[in-house]
């Protein structure tokens, strides 16, 4: 058992824990008493995981076969370590005690006063105050249907805020080591929660299915630890790095009592979540308002796809703005749905446009085909990024360029096919499992012959799209925009750029 835990431990951290020793050091000099909450009753604190609750904790984890965990860093989080010299004081400590024994009253967290936490809320409100209308303003659009999953899977609705720490609610973040969407799902979480990603689809991107893994995995964690502190602490290090925090405590069940013994990112991740509950739960008393939303949820539905289609052409022929398109549909991930039979992939509209859609439909997939018969390079075939493929290594490959090009790690690699050194033979065979498809030379970008001679330079302005641009310049098309200037996406579409305009 002993052996097995080891392995599983080692497996589910992806960060290298501190040093032992480092560890002890931190707890002699800091003390408990300093990262105990000072409002909790002092036979609260000394409230311990037995040996039989550790070894259930450790059949539980071996049960639910965690392969990986979501910790990375992030922008968001601040670890009031960092926080150096006074802090301003944006509310006076006696209010902040108050304010949060009336949300701790109603939630099952943890939500009670600490220095640390007071640190890090004062420091949200003074140096990030001006990005929470905009934050807001997406809240408005996605905690409904957070919520509803939330509740649906019998999981505090607070746990909302818990995407706010991981995205800021941005659909296509894709942190330093690969975690992506709203949930920040590393690549083999996603897939054991049933979230394919194909040379088209992330489905880590889709706000409602990662919604619902992001749920399934919550359910889990606090399957294993019975306390939601603790499950929150696990969705971010791993429920390894948190087991391990939890023995080297002592058997601690309080997450402030097992904080110094956390990765430190993790440290800090936690009173970010909390710090983010407060700030929105007494926005107004901050003096804190959302932006107007583009858009709600419930006014939005989907309708199925019969062909692959562009977010351009269906923004020619109906008239919606592509950027508007690329915020309803983020999972696509070149801004293209494709049509694959079985898959059901669906284009998500406001609903105020469904009509619209239906009525122009097979003009939309008309000029699809327009722009297929066009199209110099075809576009890149459908491929499933979770299937194994079988590599022949030829002159001049090495490890790394193998692993950039299908979008994974040189350790992978080694791993899948059992190397124990980087040296390969040209003719070898390797099995990888793709992230991303590789696309052959000869269909590189580079390809594209641009037209010579006359031309003209739009300076792109705030809110142009490809469509509205096009429109400026009778008989040229987005396709050949695009191809001009090299641009296989809306989303690398930003002001200032210089785009070149061919005249026939």
Known sequence: MKKLLTLLLFTTSIIAQQPVDSLLVAKDSVGVGFIVNDSINPTQTQELFSTADLKMIDSLLVEEKFNSSLFDSIQYVINDKDILGNTTTILTTELLKKRLHDLNVKTPFLLEYNPALEKVINSYLKYRKKYYPALMARAKYYFPMFEQYLDQYDIPLEMKYLAIVESALRPDARSRVGATG?????????????????????????????????????????KIFDDWDLALAAYNSGPGNVTKAIKRSGGYKNYWNIRPFLPRETAGYVPAFYATMYIFEYADKHNLYPEAPK?????????????????????????????????????????????????????????RDMMNFLEKEEEIYILANEDDAKREKPLPKYFEMDKRIRYKVRSG????????????????????????????????????YPKKMAIPKEVSKKEYKVPTGKHEVYVVKEGDSLWTISKKYPSVSVEEIKKWNNIWSVKSLKPGMKLKIFKS
């Open 182 to 222: 709203l949930w920040q799902f590393m690549y083999g979480t996603g897939i054991q929660f049933d979230l394919k990603v194909n040379s088209y689809v992330d489905e880590r991107q889709d706000p409602v299915k990662a919604t619902i893994a992001a749920c399934k995995y919550l359910s889990q964690l606090y």
């Open 295 to 351: 858009i709600f949820h419930f006014e939005t539905d989907t309708i199925r796809v019969k062909r692959t289609v562009s977010f351009d052409q269906i923004s020619e022929k109906t008239g919606i703005d592509t950027e508007l398109l690329s915020f309803l549909n983020p999972a696509y991930k070149l801004d293209i749905i494709p049509y694959v039979k079985e898959k059901n992939y669906a284009v998500r509209l406001p609903r």
């Open 397 to 432: 490959d090495f490890l790394g360029k193998i692993a950039n090009r299908f979008g994974v790690r040189v350790s992978d690699i080694k791993q899948w096919n059992g190397l124990r050194t980087h040296h390969l033979k040209v003719g070898q065979r390797l099995s990888i």
